[in-house]
């Protein structure tokens, strides 16, 4: 082959590389810009599927909330400080004000606005009301101790007190052993209602024991002369009076009976709700705020314009500082 035609054949050659070089790179750009495209297309919803898994699975109490868009409070009616009904009918107290931090908590952790439904609870009922779901948080003047501890659970202590007595001014009863032969209204449903008999069982004091349905029946019954004691925690016996302004016509007498510690009341084995209430426990310990509200319900004049004048025992201090109430 002459030189000549060793020149044409290898130009032609160099041509037909240069072009199938342009051929595999137009087909490779042709594919990239179409990976583009489907990857563009998958990206929102690759980005959903992420999405969905992030949201984290609530349980219990906080799903319940959430998925209805309403808490539901069980509140007592006539149990004043802690939970009563104002003169136009609504909910107040100092376990009322706690529960509102709660349930501001509750929507900070949901992040959405939930609405508050307020149902009224009585000692008999309001433990049936919040394992059935009527109610998702009690906030009254319930007695934590370990047999209701098996069937619901509570936040940390509130307050804390114990069982006296009420009688009539000049009825020269001191104390239990005063009401040999006498009468003794109990409240059904609280912890008195065996509590107070067994201490007169041990005691061997022929008492008779009347029961009424909540603390307002029990007072009346009292009041009417159908009993001659009235037995409850003292402080809700000093409400009672502050509330009926009839401190002149009865007083509080005797040595405790019996030691209580209160509580807000929600359901047993629900742990992400639990964290809730105690994450507000200890914002309301760390601000002072329940100090606030404790000296608002127990110092400063009720709606009656009676004070009860209770300042903190150093028992409730010492237990608010364990959730974080910082020393003076």
């Known amino acids: 082959m002459s030189a000549h035609a060793c020149a044409a054949t290898a130009s032609s050659a160099v041509v037909d590389l240069v072009s199938a070089f342009y051929r595999f790179t137009a087909a490779a750009t042709a594919a990239v810009l179409a990976l583009g495209l489907i990857l563009g297309l ?3 919803a690759v980005a959903q599927q992420n999405s969905a898994t992030f949201v984290f699975p609530y349980t219990g109490t906080l799903k319940k909330i959430r ?3 309403a808490v539901r409070i069980g509140h007592r009616q006539n149990s004043p400080p802690f939970a009563f009904l104002d003169r136009k009918g609504r909910p107040i107290g100092y376990s009322l004000d706690l529960c509102d931090n709660v349930v501001e ?10 609405r508050v439904e307020y149902r009224p609870v009585t000692p008999e009922n309001r433990f049936d009301l919040l394992n059935s779901g009527e ?8 007695t934590n101790n370990v047999e209701r501890r098996k069937i619901v659970a509570f936040s940390p202590t ?4 114990g069982t006296k007595l009420l009688v009539r001014r000049g009825s020269r009863i001191l104390n239990l052993r005063g009401l040999q032969g006498k009468t003794v209204v109990l409240t059904r449903g609280t912890v008195h209602e065996k509590a107070v008999p067994k201490l007169a069982e041990r005691q061997k004091l022929a008492i008779k024991f009347v029961y009424a349905g909540d603390h307002q029946e029990s ?3 009292l009041a009417a002369g159908k009993a001659d004691a009235f037995a409850n925690d003292d402080v809700q016996l000093y409400g009672m009076l502050a509330e009926t302004r009839s401190g002149a016509e009865f007083r509080v007498i005797g040595e405790f009976l019996t030691y209580a510690d209160y509580a807000l009341m929600y359901r047993k084995d629900d742990a992400d709700f639990a964290e809730v209430v105690e994450r507000a426990f200890h914002k309301l310990a760390g601000s002072r705020e329940i100090v606030a509200l404790y000296e608002h319900w127990f110092q400063k004049p009720l709606p009656s ?3 009860l004048n209770l300042p903190m025992s150093p028992h409730l201090e010492e237990l608010f500082r364990v959730q974080g109430l910082p020393m003076d």
């Open 42 to 44: 998958m990206q929102p």
């Open 305 to 307: 314009g009676v004070r």
């Open 67 to 69: 998925d209805s868009g």
């Open 135 to 142: 109610i998702d948080l009690e906030c009254g003047s319930t």
């Open 219 to 221: 007072f009346q019954t």
């Open 158 to 161: 509130i307050f804390v007190t």
């Open 105 to 114: 908590e509750i929507i900070a952790e949901l992040g959405k606005d939930i």
